[in-house]
């Protein structure tokens, strides 16, 4: 309890704040990587897929 | 529950509301105008089409923007299919930029609801959509552009160094944290966007115009959207403090 001073509440037994600040980097990269997919990554058939979307919301697309 | 279980439930129903809420207004929106001017990017070049291209002499060369190819036939299940994928994208990217608002609303811990989300939402519209269309507007098919490559970097660099700026500026305490964000975040504009030596897009400027502004005005839509929910939601994920 004294050691993790970021989570000082009623959850501070279940989470630290090295879980914290892993789940936030975890959800990160993952978002990370799935925009990369959508939004950036050039095999023809993910982009054909992608292709009004990527448009819409304005990433390069060609 | 673990907190990154939370964490993704959080920002995948706020990423698919948001995905949503974004496909219905594009469809009524920006897909027509990128359907449209798929039909430009058919017309054969001008130098084929010498009526066009003396009709057109005082504009520059490779620009005839007047005769648009005819719709091509499509079968509704290509018509069906094409929507799909475009909601199947949209909501991918809604839980992709989900996943990092949540994920940066955890890591810098203040206190979130729907409101303050919104702000946040608003802060992601800026980063992620207005920065980078600062200095590559949202573009239609059969738009001239630089390369590709030099474009997509451009476009993360900008949006992300508009993040972190906003971050600074939002939560530093430091006034030279503060100062470098803001110098962050004008960096990728001071540096310039990649760009063509001369236009050549086929598309008219007008309808270029019109999609600029519809993108951007999605974009805003899918944000708030997307802040709100992921306010809402990530209150509940959030360790308490006190």
């Known amino acids: 309890m004294l050691n993790t001073p970021l989570n000082a509440g ?4 279940s989470t630290t704040s090295l879980q914290t600040v892993a789940a936030a980097f975890g959800a990160m990269l993952l978002g990370a990587f799935i925009l990369f997919g959508v939004g950036f990554a050039q095999p023809q058939a993910i982009h054909d897929a992608a292709h009004d979307g ?3 919301f304005a990433f390069p697309c060609h | 529950m673990t907190l990154f279980r939370r964490l993704f439930l959080a920002a995948v129903v706020a990423g698919v ?3 949503t809420a974004a496909s219905v207004v594009q469809q009524v929106t ?8 798929e039909r430009y990017e058919t017309v054969p070049a001008p130098v084929a089409a010498p009526a066009a291209n003396a009709e057109h002499a005082h504009n520059q060369a490779g620009h005839a923007h007047s005769a648009p190819a005819p719709a091509e036939a499509v079968t509704t299940a290509e018509a069906f299919q094409r929507v799909g994928l475009t909601v199947v994208a949209n909501l991918l990217v809604g839980v992709a930029y989900g996943l990092l608002l949540a994920g940066t609303m955890l890591l810098v811990g203040a ?3 729907a409101r303050r989300g919104l702000v ?3 802060g992601g519209f800026i980063a992620f959509a207005l920065a980078p269309a600062v200095g590559l507007p949202p573009e239609l098919p059969g738009m001239g552009g630089a390369a590709l490559e030099a474009r997509q970097a451009w476009w993360i660099a900008a949006a992300l160094c508009a993040a972190g700026g906003l971050l600074a500026l939002g939560f530093a305490k430091n006034r030279f944290v503060i100062a ?3 110098v962050l975040a004008a960096l ?4 310039g966007a990649p760009h063509p030596e001369s236009p050549e897009g086929v598309v008219p400027p007008e309808m270029a115009a019109r999609f600029a502004v519809l993108s951007i005005g999605v974009a805003a839509l899918f944000w708030a959207a997307l802040g709100s929910a992921c306010g809402a939601l990530m209150q509940r994920v959030m360790p308490a403090r006190r």
Request: no cysteine; charged share 15%; glycine share 10%.
């Open chain 2, 17 to 19: 509301l948001s995905g």
């Open chain 2, 111 to 113: 206190p979130v609801d």
């Open chain 1, 10 to 13: 009623v959850r501070s037994s």
């Open chain 2, 180 to 182: 470098a964000g803001v």
């Open chain 2, 188 to 191: 990728p504009h001071v540096i």
């Open chain 2, 30 to 37: 920006t897909v027509p105008l990128i359907l449209e001017a």
């Open chain 1, 54 to 56: 990527r448009h819409s």
């Open chain 2, 120 to 122: 946040w939402g608003i």
